[in-house]
Nanobody, 127 residues
Framework: LQLVESGGGLVQPGGSLRLSCVAS????????IAWFRQAPGKEREGISC????????HYADSVKGRFTLTRDNAKNTVYLQMNSLKAEDTAAYYC?????????????????????WGQGTQVTVSS
């Protein structure tokens, strides 16, 4: 499974971006997907995840209400819609996938649980 992120860039505070994570090599139907971000000098943060069926999502408090994670398994793509962006959202963003299941959870934001990673896309929020 290969993952490729896109959609990052420079945006002003309050603006929006939509990140995409496109998978190849396997059908995404089998995988839960998570998004992580890491800013310079900071630990990696799991910001959102979505179950393989798309019916369960989890968000970190830092992005809840502003970010929305969806998936289109027919297109083998996951989307992270980011609204009301803040300077503190500036980071490299990574998508990750794993075929593991987490009974009762649907997905997890723990990076150690994911075996497949993309190369990342940079998001910079600045005026």
């Amino acid at each position: 499974l290969q993952l490729v992120e896109s959609g990052g860039g420079l945006v002003q505070p309050g603006g929006s971006l939509r990140l995409s994570c496109v998978a190849s090599g396997w059908s995404l139907n089998y995988f839960a997907i998570a998004w992580f971000r890491q800013a310079p000098g900071k630990e990696r943060e799991g910001i959102s995840c979505i179950s393989n069926s798309g019916d369960i999502t989890h968000y970190a408090d830092s992005v809840k209400g502003r970010f929305t994670l969806t998936r289109d398994n027919a297109k083998n793509t996951v989307y992270l819609q980011m609204n009301s962006l803040k300077a503190e959202d500036t980071a490299a963003y990574y998508c990750a996938a794993d075929a593991a299941t987490w009974p009762g959870l649907g997905c997890t934001r723990e990076s150690a649980e994911y075996g497949h990673w993309g190369q990342g896309t940079q998001v910079t929020v600045s005026s």
